[in-house]
Each structure stands twice: as C-alpha cells, then as structure tokens.
C-alpha cells in the first residue's frame, strides 16, 4: 500500500472575477521514503495541490470539487478537523515558502517550537524545550540554548528557514511537504538547506514532496518527477529518465530553457513562446496548445489522459515505478526534444480553431 495516493484531484477558486480552475484532475502515489519533485512555472497548481492535501486552502474561496487523498488508508477529505488536525505536524508537515510569514514575529522561537511538540505529544515544557534545542543543534543552528530565545527578525533567511526545518521535523512525520524551500535564499545557503533535507530524510525515512521549479534542484535530490501545468500533471517519471528523454512539449521547454554547464559555447536559452492560460477560462483540450510547436488539431479538443499516446504508453523503464508518462496527442521524437523543435517535412503546428470551427 501507498503511503500517500492522490486521485483525481479538482482544486477550485471562487472569486469576483470568475472561478479559478486551479487544479484539474491530478492524480499520484508517494511511497515510504521516496522523494517526490512537483515542477512547473508559477501558478500551475504546485503548491494548491499540496495545501489541499493538507487541507489548507483558504476559505471560503478555494474548495475541493472532487478527489480523495487516502494517507495510510484514511481518505483525509473525509475526516472531521480534529482528526485532519492531530494529522498535521505529527504524520505530515509542510515547510511554507516564506518563513518570515509563517513564523510569528511576536513570538520568541522557544515558544513557537515548544507549543507545535506539546500541542501533539503529552510532554512536559522542560521535555518540549529540550527536544527544540536538540531540533535547532540537529538543523546546525550553533548556540541552539541562546537562539531558542531569539526572535524571528533575529535570524537570517538561511537560518530562519533551518528553524521551519525543524519545526517540521519536530514530530518526525512520515510525509514532509517542502514546498519551494530555498525561494530568496542565496547559493550557498540553497545548497546547505537541500543537504540538510536530504540528510534528515533519509535518516528518518521520511517521504517528501519538494516543490519547486528550479530543476537544478530536482535533479539532485529527486527520484521521481511530476511535471505540471495549468492544473494538470502532463509528464511523470523517474528523475534520470525525464532529464534523459522528455517526452512533453513542455518539459522539453523547460529543459531547454535552463542554463547548462554542459552547454557549448554562445549556445542559445530557448524560451517558451506564449503565456500560461487564464485559469478563469474552463479547460478546453490540451492547455499547453497555444505555446506548443507540436500542437495538432486533436489537441485544440482533447486533453490527453496521463499515459495515453494514442493509446500507447510511451516509453518503459526501471525502477519502482517503472512507467514514463505522458499527457500528449504528438509526442517529438528523441531527436525533436535535442533539438527543441519539430523536425518533419511539411509540419507546421495546427492553428486554434476559429469560432466558426468551433460552432461546427
């Protein structure tokens, strides 16, 4: 059984401007000690897909249309808030973004840290106080006694972020959600933070889901991707292969336009024409159509399922989780993907259907 399984997943926003159609029918399965990388430009559903797992969307705009989330056997759309609460922290954490707004300014960290290990374990506040000095030494805060008694303001962005860390390794949870964890922090610290990760999961066991859309970052410490966008997963595979041979339009995009160390010389960055879609609009075929060279009139339609190349599943690998996916009516060929762009005699990419076409 899987430790975490996600089906179906439909995530909406009801504005002033229309709904949001923010997640679209995402589906995936977490193992016990498998790290997870959720990659994608902003807005694609990363993060919402996560803060609904944890059932954290804010209210009442954002709410789950359909889906289930079944964590060790338990659907957690269907437990009361109480029993979703005695969940969050001791079996699933999530290390936010931006410390600095998820830590309290007016709180030191000793109370912060303390009250999150005596809200889920019947501990003394000596035994709670201990634990946290033994959680900031273990993240490699030096003087853990004296820094406890610090404010948020007092630490640096690579410090505050270890003392997330360690709040979410406090109860060491089984699942842990990170969700763009080295977001404004400079190279050095990124590195140090990622090892640190890294580290405590595997000593643990912990399974993570890393959130994040620097690639870099999921090659070194993923083992399987899912790609997303506008709401949909449109790729997953293992690490190696997707970096090997990507398989959608829009991974190669985003492979293509990342600096490599390997490039050649006055080797070109090939950015991904177009925009994102407005998510206001309710998705009609395949979202990543008006920016696809690819694109073919099926896919001005249809939305592939995840898997389907015209019925196909479209390459096999190893690993235990042996199935290179993919969300595509035309899937570019090896060569294609080199090269960042179609290689055949007379294509050209189908263009949108004009209304008239539509009406038909």
């Known amino acids: 059984m899987h430790l975490l399984s996600v089906s179906d997943l439909v995530v909406r926003f009801r504005t002033h401007d229309g709904t949001v159609h923010a997640v679209n029918g995402v589906s995936f399965d977490l193992d016990e000690g498998e790290t997870l990388g959720l990659v994608g430009e902003s807005g694609c559903g990363k993060s919402v897909t996560n803060l609904a797992v944890m059932r954290l969307l804010p209210r009442p705009a954002g709410h789950i249309e359909r889906g289930s989330a079944v964590f060790e056997g338990q659907d957690l759309f269907e437990i009361d808030e109480s029993a979703m609460r005695d969940i969050r922290g001791k079996d699933i954490a999530m290390i936010f973004q931006d410390p600095m707004t998820s830590l309290n300014p007016v709180l030191r960290i000793e109370e912060q840290m303390v009250e999150t290990i005596r809200a889920?374990?019947?501990?003394?506040?000596?035994?709670?106080?201990?634990?946290?000095?033994?959680?900031?030494?273990?993240?490699g805060i030096p003087q853990p006694e004296k820094r406890l008694r610090d404010y948020p303001h007092q630490f640096s962005g690579g410090m505050r972020q270890r003392v997330m860390i360690a709040m979410a390794l406090a109860l060491e949870p089984k699942l842990l959600i990170a969700d763009e964890p080295t977001t404004a922090l400079d190279v050095t610290i990124q590195a140090q933070v990622l090892e640190l990760l890294s580290r405590l999961a595997a000593e643990?066991?912990?399974?993570?889901?890393?959130?994040?859309?620097?690639?870099?970052?999921?090659?070194?410490?993923?083992?399987?991707?899912?790609?997303?966008?506008?709401?949909?997963?449109?790729?997953?595979?293992?690490?190696?292969?997707?970096?090997?041979?990507?398989?959608?339009?829009?991974?190669?995009?985003?492979?293509?336009?990342?600096?490599?160390?390997?490039?050649?010389?006055?080797?070109?960055?090939?950015?991904?024409?177009?925009?994102?879609?407005?998510?206001?609009?309710?998705?009609?075929?395949?979202?990543?159509?008006?920016?696809?060279?690819?694109?073919?009139?099926?896919?001005?339609?249809?939305?592939?399922?995840?898997?389907?190349?015209?019925?196909?599943?479209?390459?096999?690998?190893?690993?235990?989780?042996?199935?290179?996916?993919?969300?595509?009516?035309?899937?570019?060929?090896?060569?294609?993907?080199?090269?960042?762009?179609?290689?055949?005699?007379?294509?050209?990419?189908?263009p949108a259907p004009t209304v008239a076409e539509i009406a038909r």
């Open 120 to 139: 889920h374990r019947k501990v003394s506040t000596k035994d709670a106080r201990e634990r946290a000095i033994e959680l900031l030494g273990m993240v």
């Open 204 to 350: 643990r066991n912990t399974a993570v889901i890393l959130i994040t859309h620097d690639l870099g970052v999921v090659a070194g410490m993923t083992r399987r991707v899912n790609v997303m966008y506008a709401g949909f997963v449109v790729e997953t595979a293992a690490t190696s292969d997707l970096f090997a041979r990507p398989l959608h339009p829009y991974t190669i995009g985003l492979l293509h336009s990342m600096p490599r160390l390997d490039a050649e010389e006055g080797e070109p960055l090939v950015p991904i024409e177009g925009v994102p879609p407005d998510l206001r609009q309710a998705p009609v075929g395949c979202p990543f159509a008006p920016r696809c060279a690819w694109a073919i009139d099926r896919c001005w339609a249809d939305m592939p399922a995840l898997g389907a190349m015209d019925g196909v599943v479209a390459i096999e690998t190893t690993g235990a989780n042996p199935t290179h996916r993919v969300a595509c009516w035309n899937v570019p060929t090896p060569d294609e993907a080199r090269l960042a762009h179609p290689d055949r005699p007379g294509f050209h990419a189908a």
